[in-house]
């Protein structure tokens, strides 16, 4: 399916639970289907789509349907704030979704606090204002991805896998979030006794990453961290083995991080994950794959997992909310929510008035295995505290 067909399935799922306007729970959910980031953000958007097809098939939550209006915002804050407008003042959207870039996050944002409308994030990176102990009132984040500990858990790693002292290249898409995982990386590297002694910040789109790649390369680092759309990741890695770079590598497993790992098939780059991979084969992956046979997705189901675990988060907040719902409740239920993420992550989502991200953060480790000729996991899950 291609993205045109996509864009008139996610309409066609809005268009056909029209009839349940007076009588549902509508949730409006703005996200980049199309343009330039579509890649990284329609996964995702599928994947709910998906989750709350399959949950309005089973009979809704309460008995009563779930509406799912999804906007295209093609990754541009106009666009997104238009989309969260119509949702809350035309719409009565009890609940916002954001799953797009950063820079759409402020205008989705401000038109939450102006309709005071809870709004989650289900894809991206978590923003700071849903972290303890004084989060955003309205703000929630179900995303697996967060700056600080993403880069804790990198250099936690890097540090337990060498025996040797580490110098280690830093290397981010010259974007703001990106960059500001990277610096933050970078200011607590020395804590763990690790070097810093190269960063760089690569501009999208990049056709040659050889330039960048060569001055990792001069400064002879034996690690690189990068934090960055998937894109910058795993370009910047290729190009330095194609320079001859013997060292080791880990990224954050963006998306398209468990098929990407079979097509590099290299040891040494390692990727970090916040959802369990399907090479686990949990019974929550086989519930995903059944409900992909029938959801002609235009995505692989691999990078779905994101948009399952907003899809849970959507679910159980609902089912918390008495009849009729409105903002109001579904706030009070987002505050004391805990879900079960069925093995998806290494704990439950749990939220609270002081903590709108969770009270700790799992990751997994995995790589390519040579031997078994498969993507393996490397660690299991290390757990850390969210203070």
């Not at 980049?32 to 399959?54: C, H």
């Not at 809350?88 to 916002?96: G, S």
């Not at 290249?169 to 020395?190: F, H, N, Q, W």
């Amino acid at each position: 399916m291609n993205r045109l067909k996509m864009i008139a399935a996610l309409a066609a799922f809005s268009f056909t639970a029209t009839p349940w306007a007076q009588d549902a729970y509508v949730v409006g959910l703005s996200g980049a289907v199309t343009g330039p980031n579509a890649d990284a953000y329609a996964p995702p958007v599928e994947s709910v789509r998906l989750y709350i097809d399959q949950l309005n098939k089973r009979g809704g939550v309460n008995g009563k349907p779930v509406r799912l209006i999804v906007g295209d915002n093609q990754g541009e804050p106009s666009k997104a704030a238009a989309d969260a407008k119509k949702f809350v003042t035309q719409d009565n959207a009890v609940l916002l979704v954001s799953m797009s870039v950063s820079s759409a996050y402020g205008p989705m944002v401000a038109e939450a606090k102006r309709a005071r409308v809870p709004l989650l994030f289900g894809a991206g990176v978590c923003p700071a204002e849903v972290l303890p102990p004084n989060p955003d009132e309205l703000q929630f984040c179900s995303i697996g991805f967060a700056i600080k500990y993403d880069a804790e858990m990198a250099l936690r790693f890097i540090k337990e896998q060498s025996r040797e002292p580490v110098k280690l290249g830093l290397v981010a898409m010259a974007i703001p979030v990106s960059r500001a995982g990277i610096d933050y990386a970078e200011s607590r590297a020395p804590a763990f006794g690790i070097t810093p002694v190269a960063k760089e910040q690569i501009p999208p789109p990049t056709p040659d990453y050889t330039p960048y790649a060569s001055k990792l390369k001069g400064a002879d680092p034996n690690w690189v961290y990068s934090w960055a759309p998937w894109v910058t990741e795993v370009k910047t890695f290729e190009a330095l083995r194609k320079l001859g770079w013997s060292g080791r590598y880990i990224t954050a497993a963006q998306e398209p991080a468990e098929d990407e790992l079979a097509r590099v098939k290299d040891e040494s780059f390692h990727v970090f994950s916040a959802n369990a991979m399907f090479l686990e084969n949990l019974p929550v992956h086989q519930e995903m794959r059944d409900a992909a046979r029938g959801g002609k997705l235009t995505y692989p189901i691999t990078r779905m997992a994101d948009g399952w675990v907003a899809g849970m988060v959507i679910e159980q907040t609902l089912k918390n909310v008495a009849w009729p719902p409105t903002p109001e409740k579904v706030l009070a239920a987002l505050e004391t929510l805990k879900v079960d993420t069925k093995g998806l992550r290494g704990g439950p989502i749990e939220w609270s008035k002081t903590n709108h991200f969770r009270n700790n953060q799992y990751y997994r480790v995995y790589r390519w295995d040579t031997k078994k000729q498969a993507a393996a996991r490397v660690q299991d899950w290390v757990a850390m505290d969210v203070k």
